[in-house]
């Protein structure tokens, strides 16, 4: 079998040694037909040069280069459409998800899985605000999404041809693997690990604020409860406001004293300008979205490749 290897990259120059001395030597025992794709946005360190440094050492290794940076579900995508092998492996270079899960990962795709995903059951390095916020969207995501997204998972994992041919076939531009591998279905099995701490620098892709939109990404592209729970919300506030009305009327025609005045007034109107404000927010991420796809622009734009049949290198 012909294994493929997606990294999405940007500003790793410390992490391509490490890794590919790590990957390799895995790769070379599981099948002497490989390769390692590197899609990498533009990186103002050496980490493309870092790249075809070694590529001259190994054919294998290739390298997409993009004209701008499209973000780490784009180049996760371009890796995956130019990915030759009867199997493709999407692993970042960061050496927190172990390159030797893939062996094992290989042995389960031979069972006849199609999709075989790492999960985390422990996650090192990350902040315990990082950690929360995990685990509740992965929480918030298994009990609304119309498709089934696993809890504490990555784009970590191995998909079969037929897998990856179908996830291609999405026109989806919000790059949100994990969801898009749900929608294609077939058979798909976990495989428990520890999440290690990165072996180099920051995190360039995940951050804080990153991964609170690619968990938006799941609620929204993924499930319309949240226009439904917008509904929900705002018949709960006509049904109060108009009990509290009525709560008035009472009190008014029983003669009983009861506060009135700027107190009530400033309370009902910033109760009543939130809940508009939160459906209004969430109407927009929706419209926000169908903007996006109806736009129909190309999820990336290559400047070189290098590697590949008909590249420029």
């Known amino acids: 079998m ?9 500003k790793e120059e410390n ?36 790249i075809l440094a070694f590529r001259e050492k190994n054919s294998r290794i290739k390298l997409l280069q993009f004209s701008r940076r499209f973000g780490q579900p784009m180049a996760t995508k371009a890796g995956m459409k130019y990915a030759s092998g009867d199997a493709v492996v999407v692993i970042d270079v960061d050496l927190q998800d172990p390159p030797e899960l893939i062996a094992e990962m290989v042995q389960k795709y031979k069972t006849g899985y199609d999709v075989v995903y790492a999960q985390r059951s422990h996650r090192e ?37 037929r ?16 969801g898009m ?5 077939f058979k798909q099995g976990a495989i428990q690990y520890e999440r290690a701490a ?3 620098g920051k995190g360039n892709y995940n951050r804080f604020f990153g991964s609170v939109r690619i968990g938006l990404n799941g609620l929204v592209c993924f499930s319309n409860y949240l226009l439904t729970l917008s509904s929900i919300l705002g018949f709960v506030t006509a049904g ?9 009327f009472l009190f008014k025609i029983g003669g009983a004293d009861f506060p009135v005045g700027n107190p009530t007034i400033v309370i009902l109107v910033l109760f009543l300008g939130g809940v508009q404000l939160i459906s209004v927010g969430i109407l927009g ?22 590697g590949f049949d008909g590249d420029q290198k």
């Open 2 to 10: 012909k294994l493929s290897v997606v990294v999405p990259v940007y």
């Open 15 to 50: 992490n391509i040694e490490p890794f590919l001395s790590r990957m390799v030597p895995i790769l070379e025992k599981i099948t002497q037909e490989y390769e390692i794709i590197f899609s990498l946005d533009p990186s103002p360190d050496r980490t493309a040069e870092l």
């Open 125 to 161: 390095g990350e902040t315990l605000i990082k950690r929360f916020v995990a685990w509740a969207g992965y929480k918030v995501i298994s009990r609304i999404a119309e498709v089934e997204i696993p809890p504490n998972t990555g784009d970590f994992r191995l998909m079969s041809r």
């Open 163 to 178: 897998a990856v041919d179908e996830v291609n076939r999405l026109k989806e531009s919000h790059g949100f693997l994990r």
């Open 181 to 185: 591998v749900a929608v294609v279905g």
């Open 198 to 200: 990165r072996f180099a």
């Open 240 to 248: 109060f406001a108009f009990l509290l009305g009525f709560v008035y």
């Open 285 to 306: 991420e929706y419209i926000g979205r169908i903007y996006d796809e109806v736009k129909q622009r190309p999820q990336f734009v290559l400047d070189q490749a290098f």
